[in-house]
């Protein structure tokens, strides 16, 4: 990462726009962003708002991106555009709590860089955000890999639109501080680098503000009659964020609370680690911890510090016991719910197995013992409270944005799929649109590769590749018998 857009970066965008205006409305769905229409109605689904109840045969009234209604009862504005979603069941949009693959690398060359900003190198037209958005994946927290000690601060994105600043939902979110060691490093560099880091921004940050009470005495023609520790204690509210270097400017707002401090620790003394690093810097009470499948092993400490948790892709710890040699599973989102703790999972999209879906993740927490509510807010409404966002995210409620995804069936059934999803009202993704999955599963129906470099075979999202294409159900605001598309 840089503090500009590497050159590839730039062509592969600059080729995108070319494409986009080549192709007008017959590119995907996706690569457009089109203002949404003033008032929307979506009429006769199921719907699973998170935020309470489910509602059979429900509408979703949105004005301006913004939901205003929900409920079986909605009185429709005669001058909204209705959408008939007979059949299917609607739900948040699924939001990714930690992904790196939006980047054009994941890591930097060297561990600390905290006055890098990951704006410099999320790139549009990486197919992950296509394949996000298939998925039923609307907001995506891109931060960068765990190889660091302090990551490069991130940036919240909706998976559509042709730049940085058209994707971004929240800029400078959070910054990673990373207590398992780094390639190359012990556990012992590696907290140097974090206590290092943090010593020098706040010995920059008490010589600057002796400075301004020094500047402010002398404006006011009185003189500094206070030892140097109570200059700086005064001069403290007198530094304004415009007054901090790069180097320590994130740290400071970090410090103050401006930013969210997301802690990964794989193991279970790296979170242990993380939590006594919390504790030592006063950043305890914002604290996001990403852990590994043995952070039940640390489950003590994380329910006396009582503190956010993103788990996954793996969700269960397997260990080989050392007496019976007998295979000991323990299965941690169980483990994490009976404590009370909240949790987000996250998914692998680079996985050619179902840990790459949200919804199996949900679904196989409930086989575990989780409720089925607190599966499906591990994938929508708790990530939205980690990042900050849960007044504008991860539930259908007025006043939210209209994030919703439209599947064929319950979203902890394996054999539904996303048919449509909305962004802030956008129809931002149409299956009967989605040119690449339609030759996937041509391809595979036939049994020939067709897919090209472009489409990999961990595309083939809907479980169906190697199959004959399922019919589809009939489009929102497509009556049966009729041929016209009320939304386009």
Known sequence: MSTCPPVAGRLRRLALCLVSAVLGAAGPAWAQAPAPPSKLALTGARIIPVAGDDIDDGTILIEDGLIVAVGREVSIPYDAMEVDCTGLVL??????????RGLDIPNENIPVVPFLDVYDAIDPSRLYFEDALRSGITTVHVMQGPNCAISAVSRVVRPIGL???????????????????????DRMEQMFRLRDAFARMRYDFDTLAETKYEEAQKKASKPVDVAPAEARRRGADLVRETDLGDPIRNLVRLSRGAIIPFFHAVTATDLRNAVRFA????????AVFI??????RAIAELT?????????PALVERRVDPDTEEIVETFLPAVLHAAGIPFAIRPDPDGSLAERYLTYQAAVCVRGGVPRDEALRAITLRPAEMLGLADRLGSIEPGKRANIVALTGDPLDFSSWVEH????????????????LQRLLQAGSTGDDESGDDAPAAERTDGTAGAAPAPAAPAPGQRPGRRERIVE
Request: glycine share 8%; net charge negative; charged share 30%.
């Open 91 to 100: 739900m948040p949009g699924m939001i990714d709590p930690d992904s790196f």
């Open 163 to 185: 730049s940085v600043g058209e994707m971004t939902i929240a800029p400078e979110v959070a910054l990673k501080l990373v207590t398992s060691p780094r390639s190359g490093a």
């Open 279 to 286: 504790e030592e810097e006063k950043i305890l009470d914002r």
């Open 291 to 296: 852990v590994g499948t043995d952070a039940h």
């Open 304 to 312: 006396r510090v009582r503190r956010p948790v993103v788990i996954g």
């Open 421 to 436: 999803a909305w962004i802030d009202g956008v129809h931002a993704y149409d299956r009967s649109r989605d040119h690449r």
